[in-house]
Nanobody
């Protein structure tokens, strides 16, 4: 399974970005898909995840601002990020769990700065 993340870039505080993660195969049976981020000097942390059941989970720091969505027909999981803050600056990685194995995308850089 290969995951291709895209959509990062430079945005001003208060702005929005939409990240996409395209899988190389059907995601219908992927148990969990999610987005993680890693800021310089920090550990990688979970941002948001979505399960096959539809259950979603968000880090407290992004609740109410970020929305994760899973588009099975497009084999894609997206992260809509609104009201971005400088502390959201990080490399964002998509992740998938399928049949007990975990897969990672290559990361896309999000920079929030004026």
């Amino acid at each position: 399974v290969q995951l291709q993340a895209s959509g990062g870039g430079l945005v001003q505080p208060g702005g929005s970005l939409r990240l996409s993660c395209a899988a190389s195969r059907s995601i219908f049976n992927f148990n969990t898909m999610g987005w993680y981020r890693q800021a310089p000097g920090s550990q990688r942390e979970l941002v948001a995840s979505t399960r096959k059941s539809g259950y979603t989970n968000y880090a407290d720091s992004v609740k109410g601002r970020f929305t994760i969505s899973r588009e099975n027909a497009k084999n894609t999981v997206c992260l809509q990020m609104n009201s971005l803050k400088p502390e959201d600056t990080a490399v964002y990685y998509c992740n998938a769990e399928f049949s007990g194995a975990y897969y990672w995308g290559q990361g896309t850089l999000v920079t929030v700065s004026s």
